[in-house]
T-cell receptor
Framework: GAGVSQTPSNKVTEKGKYVELRCDPI?????LYWYRQSLGQGPEFLIY????????DSGLPNDRFFAVRPEGSVSTLKIQRTERGDSAVYLC???????????FGPGTRLTVL | DQQVKQNSPSLSVQEGRISILNCDYT??????FLWYKKYPAEGPTFLIS???IKDKNEDGRFTVFLNKSAKHLSLHIVPSQPGDSAVYFC?????????WGAGTKLIIKP
């Protein structure tokens, strides 16, 4: 594909449920980032992968959040025991190596009822 | 504690005039600053960047100015066009992270 894709585009779930959000980066991009954007705010860094490993997960808010990238391409952000405060748009971005420019997907809007 | 601030939630500019978007930061260790543009229901797209060792970078209609002593940067768009209507985010690079401002919604009036 030409750009970063994210699925689903929208996810509505109930408090306490488990959700998985998927990101397909641009082919060949080794770096992958997850951000969370709440209404009226800028994106907030969650985690950064270089290849298969999480090089920086300091932005994950607590241990309910986890992300994987097992083959160095597709990544999945997993949220356990969702809370209403997790409602936000989750953005994924990828870049070539440590290039300055990050390319963003359209995001997944998560709503926790 | 916000490290990157965009104090104007919105800005309205006449088509053809100059748009000036402002951003302030607190951490003098940031090595790059970037501007991203975002349309509704899309992810942010990169617009222009500036290294902390520079004070100006220009790309077509877009120019970014950096004032390190004031910890302030600005994005100038001239002339402004209707397609420039979007939310503009200022971001600062710290290691691998981008630290983002809250965004300024730019409206270009015909």
């Amino acid at each position: 594909g030409a750009g970063v894709s994210q699925t689903p585009s929208n996810k509505v779930t109930e408090k306490g449920k488990y959700v998985e959000l998927r990101c397909d980066p641009i082919s060949g991009h080794t770096a992958l980032y997850w951000y969370r954007q709440s209404l009226g705010q800028g994106p907030e860094f969650l985690i950064y992968f270089q290849g298969t490993g999480a090089a920086d997960d300091s932005g994950l808010p607590n241990d309910r959040f986890f992300a994987v990238r097992p083959e160095g391409s597709v990544s999945t952000l997993k949220i356990q025991r969702t809370e209403r405060g997790d409602s936000a748009v989750y953005l994924c971005a990828s870049s070539l190596g440590d290039s300055l420019e990050q390319f963003f997907g359209p995001g997944t809007r998560l709503t926790v009822l | 504690d916000q490290q990157v601030k965009q104090n104007s939630p919105s800005l309205s500019v006449q088509e053809g005039r100059i748009s000036i978007l402002n951003c302030d930061y607190t951490n003098s260790m940031f090595d790059y600053f970037l501007w991203y543009k975002k349309y509704p229901a899309e992810g942010p797209t990169f617009l222009i960047s500036i290294s902390s060792i520079k004070d100006k970078n220009e790309d077509g209609r877009f120019t970014v100015f950096l004032n390190k002593s004031a910890k302030h940067l600005s994005l100038h768009i001239v002339p402004s066009q209707p397609g420039d209507s979007a939310v503009y985010f200022c971001a600062a690079k710290s290691n691998y992270q981008l630290i983002w401002g809250a965004g300024t919604k730019l409206i270009i009036k015909p």
